[in-house]
C-alpha cells in the first residue's frame, strides 16, 4: 500500500504571497488532517476534511483554508503568508475519523 | 482538559543503556487513543504504536516496550539496549476532542540522543 505522500517538500515564499500545498492520502484514507510544526514544538492542528467536506479547524486564521478531492486528496492553502508561516506543514491521514492516522514526510515552508 | 505532558525536555544516554520516555496524559473522555510518533532530523512523523484506553496490556516490538496505567494516565516508552539511529524527538499524543474538534493533542516532544 502506498503511504501519504505530500508536495513540494521544501518551498521558500515572500511574505504576502499565496502557498498550496498538496497532499496524497494512504490508499483506503478518507479522512485528512493538517498540521503546522514549527521549529521545537508538536504539532498544531489547522483542520481536518473527512469525505471532502472539513470537519473540524484548530485556531487558525481564515487565510488557511483547504480541499479534499474525490479521490481523497487534499490541499493546503495559505494565503498573504506572514514570516510566522514558516514551519514545517504535516498531512496525515486514517481510514475514518478515529481510525490509525499515518502522517506524510511534510512540507518545509519558509516565508522571507 | 485535554492535555499531553511530556516532561522530559532531552534525554542523552550512550548507546546499549536503556530509555525511558514519559508520557502523563489528561482527558475527559472515556474512549481514547493514545500515540507514540518517532521524529528524525528528516521531519517526517513515524508511527510507532497506537493504544486503545480499553487495553491495557503492556506491548512489546523488538527493542520497543510501552507500559500503559490508566490508573497514573500514563503511557511510558522504553528502549532496550538503544542504538544511535534511535536518535530523535519522540511525541505522545492523544486523540479527542478538544475546541469543538476530533484531534491528535500533542505532548511538546522528548528529544532522544543516544551517545556511541
Wanted: hydrophobic content about 30%.
Amino acid at each position: 500500500e502506498t503511504g501519504v505522500t505530500q508536495s513540494p517538500t521544501h518551498l521558500i515564499k515572500t511574505r504576502g504571497q499565496q502557498v498550496t500545498l498538496r497532499c496524497s492520502s494512504q490508499s483506503g484514507h478518507n479522512t485528512v488532517s493538517w498540521y503546522q510544526q514549527a521549529l521545537g514544538q508538536g504539532p498544531q492542528f489547522i483542520f481536518q476534511y473527512y469525505r471532502e467536506e472539513e470537519n473540524g479547524r484548530g485556531n487558525f486564521p481564515p487565510r488557511f483554508s483547504g480541499l479534499q478531492f474525490p479521490n481523497y486528496s487534499s490541499e493546503l492553502n495559505v494565503n498573504a503568508l506572514e514570516l510566522d508561516d514558516s514551519a514545517l506543514y504535516l498531512c496525515a491521514s486514517s481510514p475514518y475519523r478515529q481510525g490509525l492516522i499515518r502522517f506524510g514526510q511534510g512540507t518545509r515552508l519558509t516565508v522571507v | 482538559a485535554q492535555k499531553v505532558t511530556q516532561a522530559q525536555t532531552e534525554i542523552s544516554v550512550v548507546e546499549k543503556e536503556d530509555v525511558t520516555l514519559d508520557c502523563v496524559y489528561e482527558t475527559r473522555d472515556t474512549t481514547y487513543y493514545l500515540f507514540w510518533y518517532k521524529q528524525p532530523p528528516s521531519g517526517e512523523l513515524v508511527f510507532l504504536i497506537r493504544r486503545n484506553s480499553f487495553d491495557e496490556q503492556n506491548e512489546i516490538s523488538g527493542r520497543y516496550s510501552w507500559n500503559f496505567q490508566k490508573s497514573t494516565s500514563s503511557f511510558n516508552f522504553t528502549i532496550t539496549a538503544s542504538q544511535v539511529v534511535d536518535s530523535a524527538v519522540y511525541f505522545c499524543a492523544l486523540s479527542g476532542f478538544m475546541d469543538s474538534n476530533y484531534q491528535l493533542i500533542w505532548g511538546a516532544g522528548t528529544k532522544l540522543i543516544i551517545k556511541p
